[in-house]
């Protein structure tokens, strides 16, 4: 991915950096608002276990 923006009279092209994401993090940003309920997938089709 690239991000590419005018500077002066200059067209700069840099590449993205990726954010190292974390489990933690993420799960930490969860609220009622944005979370969702359980998803039924069903019963287990292989060695699944719930």
Same mark, same amino acid.
């Given at each position: 991915?690239?991000?590419?923006? =005018?500077?002066? +009279?200059?067209? *700069? ?10 489990? =933690?993090?993420? +799960?930490?940003? *969860? ?13 287990? +089709? ?5």
């Amino acid at each position: 991915m690239m991000n590419v923006h =005018e500077e002066d +009279v200059r067209v *700069i092209i840099a590449p993205v950096r990726a954010t190292l994401l974390k489990l =933690e993090d993420l +799960v930490a940003g *969860i609220t009622d608002l944005n979370g969702h309920d359980e998803i039924d997938f069903g019963q287990s +089709v292989g060695d699944e276990s719930w």
